[in-house]
């Protein structure tokens, strides 16, 4: 097909895309090139089935890496029109992406684009320092450019109340043995191309903190280095919940991280409320919203920490092959 984009295109975008976040860092992504098009297709080898039964986790993922995809084809000056979910009978086809009218990128793509290799989930303890109002008016507004909305809790009793649901839904969770299980399997404590570094997990849980912090470290606090008194609280939802509107809240939750990053600002993700039915709807009369909570971040000025391993980005795409006569 003329005009449409190359292997080389593809696999230039797809180093950024797959620097996308995902549950226990297991990389649910495939990349392909069809007709010209590049493809974002859920990988059904890395499902999670204790932790993510529905797939509502992998299309997060999934929609996170095509908003880096799309920010490197925009950066590339090769913009991209998405279709998501184009094949009705192939489900696990999360995006077609064709070429629209080559342009220059703008300021504000060039530095999302600049924030994707510098973004990491910071689960250490923030600074106590406020988020100002114009950083967090920022936070919204990616949330609201990409079709969803963003929650932020205000004041001690919000958080509190945010801070009760979390922590039941955290139980429920726990008490599952597949699903502990399954996060045990992807903790890593050696050098691995996918699964959560022992090193990126946060502190071990405490009976002081506010948060329930999934379990993935191995290390003690020092003493009197507790996690913030007042965190900013971050819930992100989407208008609707059906598959395309997760691929939807996944672009969203991305395009917030990486503004948040842009702004100097660390974020560790907290799903349990969101992963949990009854927790998650009380979540969504709480914040008196229509539509589902997707993700729920907190927003702080952390410490310095590094990104975590990918796998090579030729293991996830998926080329034509070309038969030679
Ligand atoms: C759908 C989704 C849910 C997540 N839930 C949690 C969570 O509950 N707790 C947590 O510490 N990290 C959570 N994460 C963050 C991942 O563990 C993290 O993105 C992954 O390990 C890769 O690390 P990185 O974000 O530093 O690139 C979640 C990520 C996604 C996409």
Redesign the pocket.
Known sequence: MENGYTVEQLRTAAIDAI???????VQPWRFRLRDGAIEVLIDPARRLPAT?PSG??AR??AG?ALFNLRLALAVAGTPATVRLRPYPSEPDVVARLVPDVPRRPTPAEQNLHAAIPR?????APFWPDPVPADARWRLADAARTEHCWLELLIGVSAVNAFAEIAHSANRVLERDPAYRAERHAWIRREYAPD??PVT???PLAEPQDLLP??D?GDRHRPPGRDFEPEPLVAVLGSPGNTAVDQVIA?QA?QRVLLTATDSGLSV?????P??VPSAREQLRVSLGRFGAPQ?VMRVGYGQPGW??PRREVDEVLDLPVHHHA
Do not use: C, I, K, Y
Not at 19 to 25: C, D, K, M, V
């Open positions: 620097r996308a976040p995902s549950l226990h860092n993510d509502w986790g997060l993922a996170a973004r990491f989930s910071n689960r699964g959560v990126a997990g946060g912090a999934r993935f996944g939750m560790s993700m907290l799903s349990q969101v992963e993700m990104p975590t």
